[in-house]
C-alpha cells in the first residue's frame, strides 16, 4: 500500500492523506491472480487426468508414460528438471491462489456492515459457501497424494519405477477406504472447479441471464468430465477391469 500526499490540495488547512493501491493488491488485482492461478492448475488437472487414462493402454505403456514425465525437455534441460519446474509453478500458483483468496474474503468480511444474523442466509450455492473448506481439504488431498503415489511412502508397493504396480496396489478391493477417500477428494475438487470456473466464465461472458446460464452450465459441465475422468481409474481397479 502507498500512502501519498495530494499536493493539489489547498496549502492552508489540513494536508489530505489518500490511499492508493498497487495495481496486483486491489481487488481487480487479486480476482486477476485467482483466475491466472486457477488456469494453471486446471490446466495441471486436465493434463493429469489425461495422463491418468494411459493406465487403460497397459503396464508397460503407463510405466513407461510415467519415466518419460522425467525426460520432457532433454537434451536441452537435464534429467526432471522440467518435473521441477512445473513442480515450482504449481507450488506458487498454489500459494498465490490461497493468499489472494484470504485477503479477498477478509475484505469483503471488514466491508460488510453487520454480520450476517443467521449464517444460513448466506447468499450463494453450496460450492460458493464450500470454497474455503473445500481448499483446504484438497490441500491435505494433495499432500497425502504425492506421499502416496509420487514417493511411495504411503503406498502399500511404492515402487517408484513401477507407477502401474502402485496404483493398482493402492485401489486394490480390500483397500476400498482409499478409494473412498479419493472419491471424496476428487468430488470435492469438483465442487470447488465447479464454483471457480463459473466465477471465471462469468467474468469473461456475457453479463446477462443467458450468459449467466452458459458459465453455469459450461462450469458443470467441466467439473462432472474431471470427476469422471479420474474417477475411472481407482473404480477400474476396484472391480478387477485393471488389475
Ligand atoms: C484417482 C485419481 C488420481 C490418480 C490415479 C492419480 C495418479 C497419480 C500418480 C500415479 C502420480 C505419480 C506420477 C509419477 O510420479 O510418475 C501422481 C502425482 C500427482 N498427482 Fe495425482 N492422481 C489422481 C488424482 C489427483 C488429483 C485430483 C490431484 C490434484 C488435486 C492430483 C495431483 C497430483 C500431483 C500434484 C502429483 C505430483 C506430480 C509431481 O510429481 O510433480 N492427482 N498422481
Redo the contacts with the bound molecule.
Keep these: 500500500m502507498h500512502w501519498t500526499t495530494d499536493r493539489s490540495a489547498p496549502s492552508v488547512g489540513p494536508v489530505v492523506i489518500t490511499k492508493t493501491r498497487s495495481p496486483i493488491r486491489s481487488n481487480v488485482g487479486l480476482k486477476a491472480v485467482m483466475a491466472v492461478t486457477g488456469i494453471l492448475?486446471v490446466l495441471?488437472?486436465v493434463v493429469?487426468?489425461l495422463?491418468?487414462l494411459k493406465?487403460f493402454t497397459g503396464e508397460t505403456s503407463f510405466d513407461h508414460y510415467?519415466?518419460w514425465?522425467?525426460d520432457i525437455g532433454t537434451p536441452l534441460l537435464p534429467h526432471t528438471w522440467y518435473?521441477w519446474i512445473?513442480?515450482t509453478v504449481?507450488t506458487v500458483a498454489v500459494v498465490a491462489h490461497i493468499v489472494a483468496a484470504t485477503v479477498l474474503a477478509r475484505r469483503a468480511r471488514a466491508a460488510r456492515p453487520v454480520k450476517y444474523a443467521h449464517r444460513k442466509k448466506v447468499n450463494g450455492s453450496y460450492a460458493a459457501r464450500t470454497m474455503r473448506w473445500g481448499g483446504v481439504i484438497?490441500l491435505l488431498?494433495?499432500i497425502y497424494?504425492?506421499l502416496d503415489?509420487?514417493t511411495g511412502h504411503l503406498n502399500p508397493q511404492g515402487d517408484?519405477s513401477n507407477?502401474y504396480g502402485?496404483?493398482v496396489a493402492?485401489?486394490a478391493p480390500e483397500r476400498w477406504y482409499v478409494t473412498l477417500f479419493?472419491t471424496l477428494?476428487?468430488v470435492t475438487?469438483g465442487f470447488h472447479l465447479r464454483h471457480g470456473a463459473y466465477s471465471a466464465f462469468r467474468s469473461l461472458g456475457q453479463q446477462t441471464p443467458r450468459g449467466e446460464r452458459r458459465a453455469r452450465a459450461g462450469a458443470l459441465v467441466l467439473a462432472v468430465a474431471l470427476c469422471a475422468g479420474?474417477?475411472v481409474?481407482?473404480f477400474a481397479v476396484l472391480t478387477g477391469l485393471v488389475s
Design positions: 492448475l495441471f488437472l493429469h487426468m495422463g491418468n493406465i510415467a519415466h514425465l522425467r518435473l512445473q513442480r504449481l484438497i488431498f494433495v497424494h504425492i503415489l509420487t517408484a507407477p502402485n496404483v493402492d485401489f479419493y477428494a476428487i475438487v479420474y474417477l481409474v481407482p
